[in-house]
T-cell receptor, first 114, second 111 residues
């Protein structure tokens, strides 16, 4: 069974804090993704990575950075948290290939920034 | 205009009913299409891929209409357990190997 785990289910932080969200997958997937999900807006891609130390911006990268030092781990960093970053954050992974492979999601981290 | 657009619903249907959702996409060059299912407070999971010729998996049928740029999902003989949000997912072929998710259509099947 593919397993994608996220470090926290719920997180409360204060404005200006640096926040780390961790994601780990155990299926040796090359691709990893970070999304945020907000009511009425659906899932929006923040960053993704096709390989270790490789990253690409998604649709809404502003205010975020990522790190992929090991294949199984993809971290999302909020450099200085703001209230508009209150959201559900979902990590996903997939196999690399010529066609778009199924993305497996973690359970999500609900982040509240006060 | 949203790149991937869905009616948010909710669609309230009785058990046993047939229900259909449509999803429109903006880029006619899009190549890959999927339906994901998301239960309340859970992560999305792949329901089915959508092929050019259409495909069926039990009570679920997915179809692609390239001319009108939409995909559809038909659910026959609805079960209470089908209650969920259905996400339309498209690769918009913008030169980036990533998928674009619609905001979802909520289905509530009632006894």
């Amino acid at each position: 069974d593919v397993k994608v785990t996220q470090s926290s289910r719920y997180l409360v932080k204060r404005t200006g804090e640096k926040v780390f969200l961790e994601c780990v997958q155990d299926m040796d997937h090359e691709n990893m993704f970070w999304y945020r999900q907000d009511p009425g807006l659906g899932l929006r891609l923040i960053y993704f990575s096709y390989d270790v130390k490789m990253k690409e911006k998604g649709d809404i990268p502003e205010g975020y950075s990522v790190s992929r030092e090991k294949k199984e781990r993809f971290s999302l960093i909020l450099e200085s948290a703001s209230t508009n970053q209150t959201s559900m954050y979902l990590c996903a992974s997939s196999l690399q290939g010529a066609v778009y492979n199924e993305q497996f999601f973690g359970p999500g981290t609900r982040l509240t920034v006060l | 205009r949203k790149e991937v657009e869905q009616d948010p619903g909710p669609f309230n249907v009785p058990e046993g009913a047939t229900v259909a959702f449509n999803c429109t996409y903006s880029n006619s060059a899009s190549q890959s299409f999927f339906w994901y299912r998301q239960d309340c407070r859970k992560e999305p999971k792949l329901l089915m891929s959508v092929y050019s010729s259409g495909n069926e998996d039990g009570r679920f049928t997915a179809q692609l209409n390239r001319a009108s740029q939409y995909i559809s999902l038909l659910i026959r003989d609805s079960k209470l357990s089908d209650s969920a949000t259905y996400l339309c997912v498209v690769n918009l072929d913008t030169g980036r190997r990533a998928l674009t998710f619609g905001s979802g259509t909520r289905l509530q099947v009632q006894p």
